[in-house]
């Protein structure tokens, strides 16, 4: 059974990113290096949701499900 990407990003956004960055404003020592892996992390889910190819830009996978990178 396969959902649409809206209702999919609806999820994401409403059950798995609170749960992503719960308790986030306690993180002291959080590099630049830490913030690139978190939002690789974001870009992936995203792009896998829509089921689009890791060379698809980034950009355009935002855009479709109207997402801010």
């Known amino acids: 059974m396969a ?3 809206n209702t999919l990003m609806t999820l994401y956004n ?3 990113l609170p749960k992503a960055v719960y ?3 306690l ?3 959080v590099t630049a290096k830490d913030l690139a892996k978190l939002q ?3 870009i ?4 896998h949701i829509q089921g689009l190819r890791v060379s698809t830009s980034q950009d355009f996978s935002h855009v479709t499900v109207n997402s801010v990178p």
């Open 23 to 25: 308790g986030s404003e």
């Open 40 to 42: 690789e992390a974001h």
């Open 27 to 29: 993180w002291c020592n």
């Open 3 to 5: 959902f649409n990407a």
């Open 44 to 47: 992936f889910c995203i792009m």
């Open 14 to 16: 409403s059950d798995v």
